[in-house]
């Protein structure tokens, strides 16, 4: 299957600083990259799909000046958390598409974010 | 709007016994895919399979098998002769549009324990 990879795995940050998260595709071009939220024991919320050159579409209720999506190339995208705060501590993780018609997305390791 | 309901929340066997965890989705769509991912403690998901709407054959892989009926608007996955290394959560999965934009809904996932 196709490689995505996210980098770091996990980050310790104080509150008020800004913390970005990459998501690349491996072996593939990834015109499509999503970003999901998973809290504790919970299921993964959508955040955000992320286009290759185009600004991102947020889902309901994810606040875009926070989270800043950037798809600059076809195998890298990013997500940036401005001014963390402690209720932002959650496991980020992405998925790429390869843009060839396959269907399923391929998820990356993963990010643990922690605010203090 | 799509929905994806998996009801067990935990389920607890013993090696070397079967377990079906059950997915029932929800779409006025025609055409739809559906996925499970399995979620180690490491975080990653790991994609398992997708299957498309118009195709109802079950699916044998290894001791993995899934059981597709639109009749009742479910996608249940069953491993046979459960192993330790089958401990995670697993995640049902429903994405209706194809081409690159289309977003995956997770359900809340079943977490699996099997132990010795």
């Known amino acids: 299957g196709a490689v995505v990879s996210q980098h770091p795995s996990w980050v310790i940050c104080k509150s008020g600083t800004s913390v970005k998260i990459e998501c690349r595709s491996l072996d593939f071009q990834a015109t499509t990259m999503f970003w999901y939220r998973q809290f504790p024991k919970q299921s993964l919320m959508l955040m955000a799909t992320s286009n290759e050159g185009s600004k991102a579409t947020y889902e309901q209720g994810v606040e875009k000046d926070k989270f800043l999506i950037n798809h600059a190339s076809l195998t890298l995208s990013t997500l940036t958390v401005t001014s963390a705060h402690p209720e932002d501590s959650s496991f980020y993780i992405c998925?790429?598409?390869?843009?060839?018609?396959?269907?399923?997305?391929?998820f990356g390791q993963g990010t643990r974010l922690t605010v203090v | 709007a799509q929905k994806v309901t998996q009801a067990q929340t935990e389920i607890s066997v013993v090696e070397k016994e079967d377990v079906t965890l059950d997915c029932v989705y929800e779409t006025r769509d025609t055409t739809y895919y559906l996925f499970w991912y399995k979620q180690p403690p490491s975080g990653e998901l790991v994609f398992l399979i997708r299957r498309n709407s118009f195709d109802e054959q079950n699916e044998i892989s290894g001791r993995y098998s899934w059981n597709f009926q639109k009749s009742t608007s479910s996608f249940n996955f069953t491993i046979t002769a459960s192993q330790v290394v089958d401990s995670a959560v697993y995640f049902c999965a429903l994405s209706t549009r194809t081409g690159t934009a289309s977003k995956l809904t997770f359900g809340t996932g079943t977490r699996l324990q099997v132990t010795l």
């Open positions: 998925s790429a598409r390869d843009g060839r018609g396959r269907t399923e997305a391929f």
